[in-house]
């Protein structure tokens, strides 16, 4: 079992910044964020490996987001960038401990309001 503990989200504006946190109980292979926006499925937005190090990102964010992680604090965060209205909703972090397959562990998430 792993945990997974969000924070970091808020009621900005527009072109304004944050950053996000996911705090994980124990070591994981692949950590992402995902967002669910009101009335909407939750749709997939970035994803990093511990070990390689590498990141893929949704293309509705590339370019105004940026996925790492602190191995010392087993944490993750999300920075994003030139906030936009559409970009509101619930952000959930996720953990994959195998190479293929559904992400198996969820936070709880943490609410982002972006008023214009």
């Known amino acids: 079992q792993v945990q997974l503990v969000e924070s970091g989200g808020g009621l900005v504006q527009a072109g304004d910044s944050l950053r996000l946190s996911c705090a994980a109980s124990?070591?994981?292979?692949?950590m992402g964020w995902f967002r669910q926006a009101p009335g909407k499925e939750r749709e997939f937005i970035a994803a990093m490996w511990w070990s390689a190090g590498g990141t893929y990102y949704a293309d509705s964010v590339k370019g105004r987001c940026t996925i790492s992680g602190d191995n010392a604090k087993n944490t993750m965060y999300l920075q994003l960038n030139s906030l936009k209205p559409a970009d509101t909703g619930v952000y959930y972090c996720?953990?994959?401990?195998?190479?293929?397959?559904?992400?198996?562990?969820w936070g709880q998430g943490t609410q982002v309001t972006v008023s214009s």
């Open positions: 996720a953990v994959r401990t195998k190479t293929v397959g559904p992400f198996e562990y």
């Open positions: 124990g070591r994981t292979n692949e």
